[in-house]
């Protein structure tokens, strides 16, 4: 298992840097989607609506949603090929219009990530969150064109229009993942990649496991104050099942030291990220809970230099849309010599 360090400063709000920490591993698909309805998307669209009206603010927590889509655009870019009409789904404030406008992490010298794509299209369905930085400069260094979703969940696109679709750190709040992967398909071209992130279902299980023993300690029983999130196990499945092949799914872990819980849950609110359950109990946590988590947060989770760390899962998924082109593994069984023999003759000669 790799590890990747990176840095990053986290805004005033916080008022300490912080590190990155970020681990890659990789997953094994498998099926499943969920079939109840969840989210409240109407919340939701109040919760990015009323972020985004405090601009400074809501800046100044962007550190996760830019370094999650500068990774993102890497992946875009691992693709040799140019993209004409590329659909940026669930925007949120163009996080990744703004990774494209800047130079490869791994290629400097080749200029912009977004040199190899044509318009971008935005959507997201909040109207303050999607324009709140388009008098921003990067504007005017890539080809954009924002759009207000009506609905998260319907997209209002034609069959065949986008040589790419990308999506980053909004699926997590789908109810219908299933529906919408489904779409997403219908819109793109054939062989098109369509390559998302969203939040996996270990996300944040320091402050979920500290609010749960903190709740079950002062009241006798659990509410339910974050969001249930996807299994990296289902989404294999999932794409498959929306018509789409060649998958790819992969994790990345990155931990973010908060110097306390307040911290960490005023960066939640500033981002939107507060949970949008149906079933959620009304009101804020009640002080005490509050407290006695943030005891048994350091307790069970706390650093060394008495900070708290938060993980966030990122699921990342790669998914083609079938074309008759597309190359095509071969069958079962027709390979020119047994791997099994390869690895125990090479590991043979080592001894």
């Not at 970020?22 to 499943?32: V, W």
């Not at 997209?155 to 790419?164: H, I």
């Not at 992967?181 to 996300?203: E, W």
Request: overall charge negative; charged content about 25%; hydrophobic content about 40%.
């Amino acid at each position: 298992m790799n590890t990747l360090s990176i840095r990053a400063f986290i805004p005033p709000l916080t008022r300490r840097a912080i590190p990155l920490r970020a681990i890659r591993c990789y997953a094994m698909q498998a099926p499943g989607a969920p079939t109840v309805e969840i989210f409240s998307q109407q919340h939701k669209w109040m919760q990015k609506e009323r972020a985004a009206r405090d601009v400074e603010t809501s800046r100044s927590v962007d550190y996760l949603r830019d370094e999650v889509a500068s990774r993102l655009c890497e992946r875009l870019m691992d693709i040799n090929r140019h993209f004409p009409n590329v659909l940026d789904l669930g925007a949120n404030a163009c996080n990744i219009a703004r990774q494209l406008t800047l130079p490869s992490e791994d290629s400097p010298d080749k200029g912009p990530r977004g040199s190899r794509i044509g318009k971008l299209t935005a959507a997201e369905s909040s109207e303050t969150l999607l324009f709140r930085d388009a008098d921003l400069p990067f504007n005017k260094e890539i080809d954009i064109e924002r759009q207000v979703l009506p609905a998260s969940e319907l997209l209002p696109f034609e069959p065949n229009t986008f040589d790419a679709v990308l999506s980053s750190l909004s699926m997590h709040w789908i109810n219908d993942l299933p529906s919408v992967l489904a779409q997403v398909n219908s819109t793109l071209k054939p062989d098109s990649p369509f390559i998302g992130v969203m939040m996996g279902g270990d996300s944040l299980y320091e402050l979920r496991t500290s609010l749960q023993l903190a709740e079950q300690e002062r009241r006798g029983g659990v509410a339910t104050h974050t969001s249930p999130l996807a299994d990296v196990r289902d989404v294999g499945g999932l794409l498959q099942k929306a018509g789409f092949n060649l998958l790819t799914v992969d994790v990345d872990d990155i931990i973010v030291d908060f110097p306390d819980i307040f911290a960490l849950m005023k960066d939640l609110q500033a981002m939107g990220e507060s949970n949008a359950v149906i079933s959620r109990e009304k009101g804020p946590i009640q002080r005490d809970a509050l407290l006695a988590a943030e005891g048994i947060y350091r307790a069970l989770h706390g650093n060394e230099d008495g900070s708290l760390p938060a993980t966030f899962r990122l699921i990342y998924m790669i998914g083609w849309k079938p074309s008759p082109t597309q190359a095509k593994p071969l069958e079962r069984g027709t390979g020119m010599f047994s791997i099994k023999d390869y690895l125990e003759k090479n590991g043979g000669d080592k001894k």
